[in-house]
T-cell receptor, first 111, second 114 residues
Framework: AQSVAQPEDQVNVAEGNPLTVKCTYSVSGNPYLFWYVQYPNRGLQFLLKYITGDNLVKGSYGFEAEFNKSQTSFHLKKPSALVSDSALYFCAVRDIGDMRFGAGTRLTVKP | DTAVSQTPKYLVTQMGNDKSIKCEQNLGHDTMYWYKQDSKKFLKIMFSYNNKELIINETVPNRFSPKSPDKAHLNLHINSLELGDSAVYFC?????????????FGNGTRLTVT
């Protein structure tokens, strides 16, 4: 079965610094990878996806993700973090019929 | 306009009771889902419906039963509630089961069983 792993429970960065939230995947066949963000007391919001094509995918709110086939990774990045980016971030992979999520990484951006 | 809406937002009930959570989507999507998020924020798929047919049924207790009167609605009925059912339940929808279709989530129903 397809799966993703997020090795970090927590990521802390200072406002204005670049941020990276890590994700690795395990799939058979072509990977269909997604990033979602969850703010407190809200549902998950779709940020971006990789299906095929360019390894650098751009998404909402200035986020981007880099697909690396050799390292089986799909890390989420942003050049300059904002305090308002503080949230829970989920990497996910599309399997037959449903979306399977990683355990989530809590991002805290400090002023 | 709320794309995926769930009611109620909070649900507090006692063990042994039966309760339902309603979900509606106005996106015209063909597939709807129920996910359970536990206290550690881990998300687990429970059910999905595509064109009113159940296409995934994970290993959840049969006390949980999804009901879909039409493709815009997927309600979750839970019988004989247990303490371990306490969690946040999210409804979601997608355009199809195609691999490139992202999910759109409701804001969740926080269920507390006492």
């Amino acid at each position: 079965a397809q799966s993703v792993a997020q090795p970090e429970d927590q990521v802390n960065v200072a406002e204005g610094n670049p941020l990276t939230v890590k994700c690795t995947y395990s799939v058979s066949g072509n990977p269909y990878l997604f990033w979602y963000v969850q703010y407190p007391n809200r549902g998950l919001q779709f940020l971006l996806k990789y299906i095929t094509g360019d390894n650098l995918v751009k998404g909402s709110y200035g986020f981007e993700a880099e697909f690396n086939k050799s390292q089986t990774s799909f890390h989420l990045k942003k050049p300059s973090a904002l305090v308002s980016d503080s949230a829970l971030y989920f990497c996910a992979v599309r399997d037959i019929g449903d979306m399977r999520f990683g355990a989530g990484t809590r991002l805290t951006v400090k002023p | 306009d709320t794309a995926v809406s769930q009611t109620p937002k909070y649900l507090v009930t006692q063990m042994g009771n039966d309760k339902s959570i309603k979900c509606e989507q106005n996106l015209g999507h063909d597939t709807m889902y129920w996910y359970k998020q536990d206290s550690k924020k881990f998300l687990k798929i429970m059910f999905s419906y595509n064109n009113k047919e159940l296409i995934i049924n994970e290993t959840v207790p049969n006390r949980f039963s999804p009901k879909s009167p039409d493709k815009a609605h997927l309600n979750l009925h839970i019988n004989s509630l247990e303490l371990g059912d306490s969690a946040v339940y999210f409804c979601a929808s997608s355009r199809s089961t195609d691999y490139n279709s992202p999910l759109h989530f409701g804001n969740g129903t926080r269920l507390t069983v006492t």
